[in-house]
């Protein structure tokens, strides 16, 4: 499974280069706002840092804007991926930019029948918002499993699962659990998803027992 970071902040992928578990990045205008930068800085400066797919979203809601947006964001850098949402203009804007062999993916996608219409659109990654569902009282991850379902039993179909709208450790093992391709991770998560009280206690211990030895490997 891959685990892409959701962020648009510089720093923070650069705190978690070295340790292998960053294999991409999911960026949106609420993210890019926040960074209080310029997108085509920030999408440069993070597609320099990884190598994997780095998501960076369009803004315009018609199709002809979005593909001219899309194009405009898709030769930033190689690894691009255009986002663009779960409407019907964005969905011709994915299958307007796939043909011309950009990476797309659809955002905002809510129900599975929108990611069947994702992948006819020759999406490369569908993005379900799991935590936005929950907030409303509805079963986010049981999202994720009927897509991964669907797509599993349909050989033809190559979009990949992208749980977003990750909120907490549980969120990422639960989209592990049932099948999505890939979680994109706020940093504070994938933090949380490391903590376990009983290791530091564990690493105290051993530490103080050392001590006692006098003793050093080197
Ligand atoms: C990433 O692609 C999404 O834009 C992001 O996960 C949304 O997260 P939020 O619902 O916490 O804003």
Redesign the pocket.
């Known amino acids: 499974m891959k685990f892409f970071l959701?962020t648009a902040n510089v720093q923070e992928v650069n705190d978690l280069l070295d340790t292998g578990w960053v294999d991409g990045i999911?960026t949106?205008p609420?993210l890019i706002a926040a960074s209080g930068r310029r997108i085509s800085e920030v999408i440069q400066e993070l597609c320099a840092l990884v190598d994997g797919p780095v998501?960076a979203e369009v803004t315009a809601v018609d199709y002809e804007t979005m593909v001219k947006e899309g194009r405009y964001l898709a030769q930033i850098a190689p690894n691009v991926v255009v986002k663009v949402p779960l409407t019907f203009e964005g969905l011709k804007a994915c299958y307007a930019l796939t043909q011309e062999d950009i990476m797309v993916n659809v955002?905002l996608c809510f129900s599975s029948g929108q990611a069947l219409l994702a992948a006819k659109s020759g999406a490369t990654f569908v993005?379900p918002?799991v935590?936005?569902l929950d907030d409303v009282g509805h079963d986010g991850m049981g999202l994720i499993q009927e897509i991964c379902e669907i797509y599993t039993q349909h050989p033809d179909i190559d979009t990949l699962v992208l749980a977003?709208?990750?909120?907490h450790p549980l969120h990422v093992i639960q989209a592990a659990q049932r099948g999505a391709d890939i979680a994109?991770i706020p940093p504070k998560v994938l933090h949380q998803l490391l903590k376990h009280p009983l290791t530091d206690k564990g690493v105290e211990t051993f530490s103080k027992d050392w001590q006692k030895t006098g003793q050093s490997i080197l």
């Open positions: 959701d999911t949106n609420t998501s955002t993005s918002f935590g936005r977003a709208s990750i909120r994109t």
